[in-house]
């Protein structure tokens, strides 16, 4: 046992008081300064907000302007009418434009910001009446059906010397207005609007930036020198405290950072905290791992789930050989309808079974959820296609057996392969297999070719 460590000069209690009067004293002081700058910072904060609110709500009036314009461009390439939806989702339930007029109106009425991101949506809205007769005249060009066409553009009426247009007219009409030189020019009005006022909102938050730094900070230096004569109280009490606290507190801080016990030294309540912390780590160590098995495992299979599936690819996200197996119960819905719920619960936990017996054990199994699993194999040979396929087979096989009295039933299974680690391509790919062999009877294996896409 080690000796016990004998304080001397200033008792502890002593130092206690001393660092209260000290310190009320001290706070005292930063209180008052701090009552002082409280106003003036508050103002330069609400310039600062101001500014990052105003300052996105611009752009968004400029992404949403040049979104619709771009929308209208890829229509009058390809003639889809996604696009068209999307521009009207854009206009008439995002309203992206409307809602920047309204936040900079809110802080900034009737000064210059507001004045130009005004006449920019003013601007924008001209430019929507060209994109319609751009759009109502790429409609009629290429018969698109009506149900396809938003409302707004069915009830907008042509002018008569474009009506008079044939399909093939109509088309290069539409296309030639993109390049219309008052669109141009309405487009260039509308970024210059919305440029004069990115640059007046920046000027007004860099004067008022400006103002607020002069008045405070001859304020923070005050309050700085405070800082510092607490601070300086606080290092002619640690040299005191030293080997009474800090020496064993900062060798148990040690072992935290290793993840080691404590060691028993130092105060009684030094002592004490490491005994307790001892205990505590102990618990949590069995608690963590439990919690952590049941947060990554399936509660009914006892494989693991998605995610812990999760966990895993992402570990697997280096180049490597891996083959990516994506299962699927056949036609286990008319299990859990025919015989319940808990038969259905059964099957589950066979599949479970049987795909642990027929996978290596560094083979990872997991049950994604519902009647869907997965494996991830690695480290292979180049028959791995072959030994993949009598695996299936002998699954289906014993499933269909029957001899455990469960209903009859089979798994398809998909694969896909990578040379370079998991992502997310593999799923799908996987996926594609899978759905083929769905298409061609079930009960069975397909494996992924670059035909599948």
């Known amino acids: 046992m080690k000796e016990k460590i004998n304080i001397k000069g200033i008792k502890v209690q002593k130092i206690n008081t001393l660092l209260m009067i000290s310190g009320a004293v001290l706070t005292l002081l930063v209180f008052t300064l701090t009552f002082q700058v409280k106003s003036r910072y508050r103002a330069v904060i609400a310039s600062a907000t101001d500014y990052a609110d105003c300052l996105k709500a611009i752009e968004e009036m400029r992404i949403a302007s040049d979104f619709m314009t771009n929308q209208v461009n890829f229509f009058s390439i390809n003639l889809a009418p996604v696009f068209m939806t999307s521009y009207f989702t854009e206009k008439d339930i995002y309203r992206r434009r409307e809602t920047s007029v309204e936040i900079i109106e809110f802080t900034h009425k009737n000064d210059s910001i507001d004045l130009n991101i005004k006449f920019a949506k003013k601007e924008s809205d001209a430019l929507i009446k060209f994109e319609y007769l751009i759009m109502k005249l790429l409609c009629e060009s290429s018969k698109i059906p009506e149900e396809l066409i938003p409302e707004a553009i069915i ?4 002018e008569e010397n474009y009506g008079r247009l044939s399909a093939l007219e109509k088309l290069e009409a539409a296309r030639s207005l993109l390049f219309n030189a008052e669109y141009v020019a309405s487009k260039a009005r509308l970024n210059r609007y919305i440029h004069e006022a990115h640059s007046d909102l920046t000027s007004q938050y860099m004067n008022a930036k400006k103002n607020g730094d002069q008045v405070i900070r001859p304020m923070l230096s005050k309050l700085i020198l405070f800082v510092a004569l607490l601070f300086a109280v606080c290092v002619f ?13 900062f060798k148990n801080l040690e ?18 905290l490491a005994s307790s912390y001892n205990s505590l780590c102990e618990r949590n160590e069995i608690r963590a791992s439990e919690l952590r098995h049941k ?3 399936d509660s009914l299979t006892g494989l693991i789930n998605r995610e812990g599936f999760e966990i895993i690819k992402a570990e697997l996200s280096i180049p490597e050989s891996i083959a990516y197996l994506l299962i699927d119960i056949d036609f286990f819905k008319d299990v859990n309808d025919c015989y319940g719920h808990k038969t259905g619960d059964d099957v589950l936990k066979k599949v479970a079974e049987l795909l642990t017996n027929q996978f290596r054990k560094t083979d ?20 791995i296609k072959n030994i993949i396929q009598e695996k299936v087979d002998n699954l289906n096989k014993i499933l269909r057996s029957g001899v455990d009295g469960l209903p009859v039933v089979s798994v398809s299974v998909g694969v896909a392969f990578s040379e370079a680690g998991y992502n997310e391509s593999l799923m799908e790919k996987a996926d594609k297999a899978l759905y083929r062999v769905k298409n061609n009877g079930r009960s069975n294996c397909s494996f992924y070719f670059e035909g599948d896409d």
């Open 295 to 297: 947060a990554e495992h």
């Open 255 to 272: 072992a935290i950072q290793n993840g080691t016990k404590m060691k028993l030294n130092g105060s009684y309540e030094i002592k004490y």
């Open 364 to 383: 990872y199994i997991a049950r994604l959820g519902g009647d869907e699993f997965a494996v991830i194999m690695t480290k292979f040979g180049k028959s």
């Open 237 to 249: 009490l640690y040299f005191h405290l030293v080997t009474l606290v800090l020496r064993p507190l």
């Open 155 to 158: 009830d907008f009426e042509l």
